[in-house]
């Protein structure tokens, strides 16, 4: 059973030499590194030359879009199991091990997912089941984190590419929700994803200080969710919970006189309400 890890990076050059010196540590070898490179410069060449002889790395280089570089990276896979890790992540030394073994106890699964957690153990992207399970059209929004996705290679033949108008970097309001939706269309197609609650990647605190730009990014975040969720043709009532939940977010935070996170959470409901209210066929 081989590996593809398609790590999509921009910016980023300690990120990136941290997550190989942890790939290096993997106690599963069969795996490959596809790094699509989105920098304008060379300054990943020096850092992966280094470990070219200790696994299988392919360099490439895409458009600006992690929707996008994650489709440049699909048409070189060669692995029967692919996974998308973020280049500010990092793998425990056994995770591909444990994953390797669980598909081949489970060969009914397609998809495994699991959580993301900081250096300190504590969630590091939303909120996540404590539970595992399988992943239904409701679950998923607690249970598909895209660095801990791992997809049969059969899948992605099927499924095809990741919806580039979604995602950081894609030029729309939309900065989230394409690994949801890549999910939701794999559900959608009868393919089985199983949520594993003790299947963590590590990952740091996407928010540390409830600043401009960490308000902005709330707000594309969230213009994302609701995109996906017009998209997929949620219910209201649905739709109308994923608002109540960043409106209760408003009022906690502006009680307890949080007021950089209630302006957080704010940002979220806007974006969260214009992305739903725009026609699926509509581009920004």
């Known amino acids: 059973m081989r590996f593809s890890l398609i790590m999509a ?7 990136v030499k941290r997550f190989l010196e942890h790939l290096d ?12 490179d989105q920098n304008p410069d060379d300054r990943l060449v ?9 696994f299988p790395i392919l360099h490439l280089r895409s458009e600006r879009g992690l929707s996008r570089a994650r489709n440049v990276g699909l048409k070189h896979i060669s692995g029967d199991i692919v996974a998308f890790p973020d280049d500010d992540c990092w793998y425990p030394p056994d995770l591909l091990e444990r994953v390797a073994r669980f598909f ?13 957690v900081d250096e300190n153990g504590e969630l590091s992207a939303g909120r996540s089941d404590a539970s595992s399970g399988v992943v239904n059209f409701f679950n998923v929004w607690k249970r598909g984190r895209s660095i801990s996705m791992f997809l049969k290679s059969a899948v992605i033949t099927q499924i095809g590419d990741f919806d580039e108008s979604l995602g950081v970097g894609a030029g729309t309001p939309w900065g989230a929700g394409e690994e949801t939706d890549y999910l939701l269309r794999t559900l959608k197609n009868g393919f089985r994803i199983y949520y ?13 200080r409830y600043d ?14 609701g995109r996906v969720l017009r998209k997929h043709r949620y219910p209201f009532w649905f739709v109308f919970y994923q608002w109540l939940r960043s409106a209760g977010g408003v009022f906690l935070s502006l009680a307890s006189g949080r007021l950089g996170k209630a ?19 509509s581009r920004p």
């Open 9 to 15: 990076t921009v910016g980023r050059t300690e990120e």
């Open 25 to 36: 540590r993997q106690t599963y070898r069969d795996f490959e590194l596809i790094v699509v």
């Open 104 to 116: 081949r106890e489970h060969s009914d699964i397609d998809v495994l997912t699991g959580r993301s």
């Open 46 to 54: 020096p850092i992966l030359e280094t470990y070219k002889s200790r």
């Open 196 to 208: 594993k609650a003790d299947l963590t990647i590590y990952h740091p605190q996407p928010v540390k």
């Open 263 to 281: 302006r957080h959470h704010l940002a979220a409901l806007q974006g969260k309400f214009l992305g739903w209210i725009a026609k699926p066929e």
């Open 212 to 225: 401009e730009k960490a308000i902005a990014r709330a707000y594309t975040y969230g213009a994302g969710i």
